[in-house]
């Protein structure tokens, strides 16, 4: 019996599908536009799009102005132009924004025009090299994953049917073409994206139950870069230099994209094991792993390009979209809360393309990256590194936004990440507010009302996640506990009326965990904590010649970082850190510099005398100790005796910082 089931349930995950099938798929989002930021998220937003997502065609106008090739133009006719629209055009729509609307109705009018009678679309001139201006053939499947991208959203934010059509015309056009034209012919980025393109394809699959786009996404699976073979069967993440960092960044999502349709397990384990593999080899306290731009393990002066932290922002929401999965939601929230905020200016005006875990001097050299870019890749600047980053920068808060609620199959909704929002949307024909008052991720308290006409009432799920980090969360309903159950969904399946109040309570405690060399980081919620070290920002010109901007911002340190924390045998980790909340500062609607954090959190730490700056970094890291209680060896470079006092505060309020610290003995 039981070997009989076993069969059948093998079985069925080799039979090809027919027909209509459903696809594998646990949430679903809210139509673009719906959640509206509040509070630190919509000045987040707001920052963003006066800084440089507005007026991106006047910043950096050789590529992404009139010239560009996907407004017709005969200048840049790859990703940069298609990269800025996609984030722009989600900006447009949750901000309710018309002069960003009408900005990128352009770009996807001329796209929808382009279209040839064959179903291809987008440039069809080739034109001679130029300098700063990127191409390949006008063909390149690549650039067009990322204006599917934008078209779908369009399409979630307006219902224009246009995009159904036309869609499903390019993909008859590819899947035609793709035997002849494998992905691969052009450039090889298409092949390690095939997963942005699957996604596309799937999305309209669920629209129109055309069972070319199965087959269509079978090829891309065959011909894309194989990356269920890599995580499950190689140690590649495990080496330097085996993958571009934000092809990975990117391209993980592809086994769970494809597990959809074809729902086998190993695809599912293949991501989980990239995951577990990229934390031991390459990975750091805020989510990411050191690639620059080739893998370059977990040493954390390495650098992170921030391309490759809005990628896996992206490959993350996708992913618990499809699974629902609360581990790479709290994935998400580590990225989005810590290193996606560090790697811009307050007023997004400059960016950096690589940041470090541990960052203490943002100078011009070559600091130990595999790419340098004339010295440029870790100064904050406009152009400073490669201006791919300038251009993909801007898709990171609109679609962070955009993820935080969706609906279910059961007709209700689900938070997956936190943030200030609200929303309204009809649930069995009654509309319903929501509001999501709360100043996470730094304090972990989230009350959430609903509000709805008087006499209604409306019988829906409400689901939540609750973080893996939060042991004791409590949640209440009108004030009254609510059995948690198992795992880290809580769902409350109830007949709400106007007035209903859902209180969210994690609190948030302190905790360390381990990182290269046994160095710990210091945690709290889904905050990393990192020394605040006083920063010199000074502006230097920058030789026209260079075509790397204008000026770049160089930072020093003013103040010594290099601290180890050394805890007696006895003393919890925890009891060793203070934490400081400025109630005033958390009512603000800004919260990511220095100067505004409203959480610190003190401690004493010793110093390690020869920790110093090596080429622009902090030198090699001093061993920590691993188990204290049986460690009777010493860490003879330490201060001795004595003890500095040292202020943490948020990953994502810091230019320069220490979040990996040494931890010794004596
Ligand atoms: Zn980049």
New binding site residues.
């Given amino acids: 019996m039981c070997r009989l089931f076993l069969f059948m349930v093998a079985l069925l995950t080799v039979l090809p599908s027919v027909g209509a099938q459903e696809l594998n798929r646990t949430y679903e989002e809210l139509l673009l536009g719906t959640v509206k930021p509040d509070g630190w998220l919509r000045e987040m937003l707001q920052r963003q799009r006066d800084g440089v997502t507005a007026d991106l065609d006047k910043i950096y106008p050789q590529v992404v102005g009139e010239r560009n090739g996907w407004l017709g133009g005969d200048g840049d006719q790859w990703e940069r132009g298609p990269y800025w629209i996609d984030g722009l055009l989600p900006m447009a729509y949750i901000l309710d924004d018309p002069s960003l609307k009408a900005k990128a109705q352009r770009w996807v009018e001329w796209a929808l025009a382009s279209q040839q009678e064959s179903g291809q679309f987008g440039p069809v001139k080739d034109y001679p090299k130029e300098a700063g201006i990127q191409r390949t053939n006008s063909e390149d499947w690549w650039p067009r994953m990322v204006v599917l991208k934008i078209l779908q959203q369009y399409y979630n934010a307006t219902s224009d049917e246009k995009v159904l059509t036309f869609m499903d015309r390019y993909f008859r056009y590819q899947h035609r073409t793709l035997p002849q034209k494998p992905l691969g012919h052009w450039t090889r980025w298409a092949e390690f994206r095939a997963g942005d393109n699957m996604l596309v394809a799937l999305w309209l699959y669920q629209k129109t139950g055309e069972k070319y786009l199965l087959e269509l996404c079978d090829m891309l699976h065959e011909q894309g870069w194989d990356f269920t073979h890599m995580f499950l069967e190689t140690t590649q993440i495990g080496e330097l230099s085996t993958i571009h960092c934000?092809n990975l960044a990117q391209g993980l999502k592809e086994p769970v994209v494809y597990w959809q349709m074809r729902p086998e397990q190993r695809y599912r384990n293949a991501v989980d094991k990239c995951f577990r593999d990229l934390r031991v080899h390459g990975g750091y306290p805020n989510g990411m792993f050191g690639g620059d731009e080739a893998l370059h393990g977990n040493n954390p002066v390495q650098g992170v390009?921030?391309?490759?932290v809005v990628e896996m922002m992206y490959s993350l929401e996708e992913m618990i979209k499809i699974t629902g999965d609360t581990g790479y939601a709290d994935h998400l929230e580590r990225i989005a809360f810590n290193a996606l905020p560090a790697q811009t200016t307050d007023d997004f005006k400059e960016h950096q393309?690589f940041q470090q875990a541990n960052q203490v001097s943002i100078t011009r050299g070559p600091h130990n990256f595999d790419i340098v870019y004339d010295d440029t890749a870790s100064l904050m600047g406009v152009l400073c590194?490669?201006p791919?980053?300038l251009c993909?920068l801007h898709q990171g808060w609109p679609k962070f936004t955009q993820n935080l609620w969706y609906s279910t199959k059961d007709g209700g909704l689900a938070a997956m990440t936190y943030a200030p929002c609200h929303f309204t949307v009809n649930l069995q024909g009654v509309d319903v507010t929501v509001t999501e008052d709360t100043c996470y991720p730094m304090d972990g308290i989230i009350n959430i009302s609903l509000s709805m006409p008087k006499r209604k009432s409306v019988t829906a799920p409400l689901a939540f996640r609750i973080p893996d980090w939060a042991e004791e969360a409590v949640v209440k309903v009108n004030g009254e506990v609510q059995p948690r159950g198992e795992g880290n969904m809580v769902t409350l399946l109830r007949t709400w009326r106007n007035g209903d109040a859902v209180t969210l309570d994690f609190p948030m405690s302190v905790r360390t965990d381990r990182w290269y060399e046994n160095a710990i980081s210091v945690e709290r919620g889904p905050l990393v904590y990192a020394l605040k070290i006083d920063e010199k920002w000074e502006k230097i010109e920058l030789d026209p010649k260079e075509k790397k901007g204008d000026y770049y911002w160089q930072v020093t340190a003013q103040s010594p970082w290099n601290y180890a924390f050394r805890f007696k045998a006895s003393i919890e980790p925890q009891k060793h850190f203070t934490v400081k909340v400025d109630s005033l500062k958390l009512q603000n609607d800004w919260y990511w510099s220095a100067q505004d954090s409203p959480i610190t959190i003190t401690a004493e730490a010793a110093k390690i005398e020869d920790w110093t700056l090596y080429n622009g970094d902090t030198g090699p890291m001093p061993f920590s100790i691993k188990r204290q209680r049986i460690y009777n060896g010493r860490s003879s470079h330490s201060s001795g005796g004595k003890f500095y006092p040292v202020e943490l505060i948020p990953y994502g309020c810091t230019t320069l910082r220490i979040s990996e610290f040494p931890l010794v003995t004596r």
């Avoid at 390009?305 to 490759?308: D, I, P």
């Fill in positions: 934000v390009e921030l391309c490759s393309y590194g490669y791919c980053c993909n």
